[in-house]
């Protein structure tokens, strides 16, 4: 089993959480930790440790975001941005 389903659950909660108080913060960070759990489903793959970094990365803001909204945001932002630049280093040098 892939580690990066452990993310789901917490994907859903998030999901929960918007739909019980939709904002624009709980929003972007649920819309970007779907994203990044599809980019690193669809092209990553490349280790386990890769899969549990990206799945505990998806998992902790939507955690932190009954607490800390910002903090979220920005730890979300942060995992989405790592993933595109790990996903372009590793095509870029394949080709």
């Not at 970094?53 to 607490?67: F, H, K, M, N």
């Amino acid at each position: 089993m892939r580690r990066l389903f452990y993310a789901l659950p917490f994907l859903v909660l998030g999901l929960g959480l918007l739909f019980w108080e939709p904002t624009v913060a709980r929003a972007a960070v649920v819309l970007l930790g779907w994203l990044t759990f599809a980019l690193e489903y669809r092209y990553g793959g490349g280790s386990r440790e890769g899969e549990e970094l990206v799945a505990l990365g998806v998992s902790v803001p939507l955690l932190l975001l009954p607490i800390s909204q910002t903090l979220a945001e920005l730890l979300a932002v942060f995992m989405f941005v790592l993933e595109l630049a790990a996903l372009f280093v590793k095509f870029k040098l394949k080709a």
